[in-house]
Nanobody, 115 residues
Framework: QVQLVESGGGLVQPGGSLRLSCAAS????????ILWHRQAPGKQRDWVAL???????NYADSVKGRFTISRDNSKNTVYLQMNNLKAEDTAAYYC?????????WGQGTQVTVSS
């Protein structure tokens, strides 16, 4: 069983920053990829960023240059640093672990960008 717990969401003004965390616990292989997705009200869930166990990263075009994903394997935690936030970044953000053993999701953390 794998548990993912997101934290760090909140209300921030346009242009501000937030850092989301995704803490993983339970039994999982180190050969995994962690992804962040987001879902705004009334819209589909979209992929935002990913990081492999080797540290390779990739980003959606909408966040490239503003968001940075990183991981601390010693803490089983992945971070999403979000800078220069825009109103359109408002969404629930979800952490997702993909491994040969399964596909796991957290409960999400809300990010609201508003003045």
């Amino acid at each position: 069983q794998v548990q993912l717990v997101e934290s760090g969401g909140g209300l921030v003004q346009p242009g501000g920053s937030l850092r989301l965390s995704c803490a993983a616990s339970g039994s999982f292989t180190r050969f995994n990829t962690i992804l962040w997705h987001r879902q705004a009200p009334g819209k589909q869930r979209d992929w935002v960023a990913l990081i492999t166990n080797g540290g390779a990263t990739n980003y959606a075009d909408s966040v490239k240059g503003r968001f940075t994903i990183s991981r601390d394997n010693s803490k089983n935690t992945v971070y999403l640093q979000m800078n220069n936030l825009k109103a359109e970044d408002t969404a629930a953000y979800y952490c997702n672990l993909r491994s040969p053993g399964g596909d796991y999701w957290g409960q999400g953390t809300q990010v609201t960008v508003s003045s």
